[in-house]
């Protein structure tokens, strides 16, 4: 990865044409365990019946994950191939970016962003979080799960198998809580996860207070 100097705006195409191309494939790839048990330890935070909002929802694997387990689920991804995926499976899903996310205030009691945000450069990570935070009720939750660690670094990696090479932030453990309190959110729970593939992966359960 290389520092580079890049906005949201910037990377929507591209990630969309990547995960579009990739859609059929990724809807095929099994969840790893590690990522089953972050999943389950969110919902077990939730009540029964909880109106979730996933955002980069992927092929809406969590979401049916969720709707299955009695929560009320709405799903949004910027790839119309990806959300065809989640409607497939009886998902509500939307067409949507994180900085258009058109619903109103105050919708949801829980949003669930696993391996999104590290896709947001850190010039329009706040207002990307300001965003998610307006469509949660007061009181409610959010997951950020992301790869990140000892160095933060914005850019393309090396190796990506997706076309066209997709963006990427890395940030520290430190600059990632740093931007979560900055947009107004509690920290409830924030720990590392060793992921076996030589990533680290950051699990971030935030409450939007008020």
Aim: proline share 5%; aromatic share 10%.
């Amino acid at each position: 990865m290389i520092d580079m100097d890049v906005r949201y705006d910037e990377v929507l195409q591209p990630l969309r044409e990547a995960y579009d191309n990739g859609a059929a494939w990724r809807d095929g790839v099994s969840k790893e365990p590690w990522k089953l048990v972050e999943r389950q330890a969110f919902r077990d935070r939730l009540a029964s019946g909880a109106r979730l909002l996933e955002v980069g929802a992927g092929t809406g694997q969590d979401s049916l994950f969720f709707q299955q387990q009695g929560l009320s689920v709405v799903a949004v991804d910027l790839s119309p191939v990806m959300v065809g995926h989640c409607r497939d499976k009886g998902v509500e899903a939307h067409v949507m970016d994180f900085l258009h996310l058109d619903f109103p205030a105050g919708s949801f009691d829980a949003v669930f962003a696993m391996n999104c945000l590290l896709h947001v450069p850190n010039r329009d990570l706040p207002a990307v979080l300001a965003a998610i935070r307006a469509v949660l009720r007061p009181g409610g939750l959010l997951f950020v799960g992301v790869y990140g660690g000892a160095e933060s670094a914005e850019g393309p990696i090396e190796g990506d198998q997706h076309v066209p090479p997709r963006f990427f932030s890395r940030r520290t453990d430190e600059q990632l809580a740093g931007f979560a309190t900055d947009a107004g959110f509690d920290v409830v729970d924030f720990h590392p996860v060793d992921t076996g593939r030589g990533f680290r992966f950051q699990s971030l359960t935030l409450g939007a207070g008020g």
